[in-house]
């Protein structure tokens, strides 16, 4: 795999499905719907959406999760005073949670009108250094990134712009291909 190189298996940028930094949360659920629908026939949609500045330079990501949490603006600060996100929880303090932060006091459609209102900015991440990697780095250099970092996708630079996504979805299917090409005798057959 150190003769493959990540832009063999990115998804370039002009498929990539992105907004403007004047953007609101609905524009983004739209964009993403819409990069979706062009993907399709392919094995994993996009779950995420690009927030670029006027000179179309990446200014940060938006994931699913990031928009469900912009909808409900306590979980940043339920997240901030106790660093929830790295446990997992039973349903029962998963309960307890929602009652003592009173998440979604208001109602999901009261929520919804203000998805026309939240700007993209607000909630979008900014990726870290981690993120990024030459388009002609090794796929191994890749993984390496992805795993170390929990990253779920890598923004593929050439000449410090940058130019496409290497997908974790994409990375997977890759080494699962790789892997039943080896057929691997599990000791079952010989």
Request: glycine share 4%; charged share 30%; proline share 5%.
């Given at each position: 795999m150190k003769n493959y190189k990540v832009k063999e298996l990115m998804v370039s940028l002009s498929k990539y499905?992105?907004?403007?930094?004047?953007?609101?949360?609905?524009?983004?659920?739209?964009?993403?719907?819409?990069?979706q629908a062009a993907y399709q026939g392919t094995k994993y949609p996009h779950r995420a959406i690009l927030v670029l500045d006027a000179n179309g330079q990446v200014l940060g990501k938006v994931s699913q999760m990031d928009v469900?949490?912009?909808?409900?603006?306590?979980?940043a600060e339920m997240q901030e005073s106790s660093n929830l996100a790295m446990?997992?929880?039973s349903s029962k303090f998963?309960?307890?949670l929602v009652n003592y932060y009173n998440l979604w006091d208001s109602p999901l459609t009261d929520l919804c009108k203000k998805a026309g209102e939240i700007s993209v900015?607000?909630?979008?991440?900014?990726?870290m250094e981690g993120e990024y990697i030459d388009e002609s780095s090794s796929l191994d250099e890749a993984i390496h990134q992805l795993v170390c970092g929990y990253h779920q996708s890598l923004l593929v630079t050439k000449d410090n712009k940058i130019t496409g996504i290497l997908r974790l979805t994409d990375v997977f299917d890759y080494i699962g291909d790789a892997m039943k090409q080896c057929?691997?005798?599990n000791g079952g057959d010989k």
């Open positions: 499905a992105t907004v403007g930094e004047s953007a609101t949360l609905f524009d983004a659920v739209l964009a993403l719907e819409k990069a469900l949490r912009a909808l409900e603006p306590k979980y446990y997992g929880f998963i309960k307890s900015t607000k909630f979008m991440r900014k990726p057929r691997i005798n």
